[in-house]
């Protein structure tokens, strides 16, 4: 993955756009209009990221530029004489609270989870860790490795199943082992 703003803000936002997509159509029920507000907020959330206070959980935040779009959706909609069930942002207001309680300490994670994961994959067999590499750091395909290192594909889609399987283990074993010293 490159090192850049814009891809630290793609894994950011990759990691809460399930919840963030939850959040919205929880609160707005038409699922076209939930799909347009969530590329809203993706939006301003990046024109904005500026006032983001990187020491505070970044789901929190990115529902809170969520609420404002929701908001702006129900008053346009309430202009253009729109037949909407507009929930009162008290509702709004008690589903977000909602979510930074089911969702507490996720976000906090990824940066133990990436730690663990660079650890990981270190354990791996050399050749493991060069086809982990081509398929995910490189975004080569089974057929281009398996082209490359002169193996079948069925061979490199099993070396990949068994490494992620590895990897998955050994980050898991490594958060694990991180609560039980908390």
């Known amino acids: 993955m490159e090192r850049t703003p814009e891809a630290f803000f793609e894994l950011i936002i990759r990691e809460n756009e399930r919840g963030l997509n939850a959040f919205v159509r929880a609160c707005v029920h038409d699922a076209g209009d939930a799909e347009d507000i969530v590329q809203q907020v993706f939006i301003a959330a990046w024109d904005s990221i500026d006032r983001y206070d990187s020491?505070?959980?970044?789901?929190?935040?990115?529902?809170?530029?969520?609420?404002?779009?929701?908001?702006?959706?129900?008053?346009?909609?309430?202009?253009?004489?729109?037949?909407?069930?507009?929930?009162?942002?008290?509702?709004?207001?008690?589903?977000?609270?909602?979510?930074?309680?089911?969702?507490i300490g996720r976000a906090e994670a990824l940066p133990d989870c990436l730690s663990a994961l660079r650890e990981c994959l270190t354990t791996l067999s050399p050749r493991d860790g060069e086809i982990v590499h081509h398929a995910y750091q490189g975004?080569?395909?089974?057929?281009?490795?398996?082209?490359?290192?002169?193996?079948?594909?069925?061979?490199?889609?099993?070396?990949?199943?068994?490494?992620?399987?590895?990897?998955?283990?050994?980050?898991?074993?490594?958060?694990?082992?991180?609560?039980d010293h908390v």
């Open 139 to 179: 975004g080569r395909t089974c057929p281009q490795i398996a082209a490359q290192l002169g193996e079948t594909v069925e061979a490199i889609k099993k070396r990949l199943q068994r490494a992620r399987a590895q990897l998955r283990d050994c980050i898991l074993g490594k958060l694990a082992g991180e609560a």
């Open 55 to 103: 020491t505070q959980a970044f789901g929190p935040w990115l529902r809170g530029v969520a609420r404002h779009k929701i908001a702006e959706h129900f008053r346009r909609s309430c202009t253009r004489r729109r037949h909407v069930r507009i929930l009162p942002p008290e509702a709004v207001t008690a589903i977000s609270d909602e979510f930074d309680r089911l969702f």
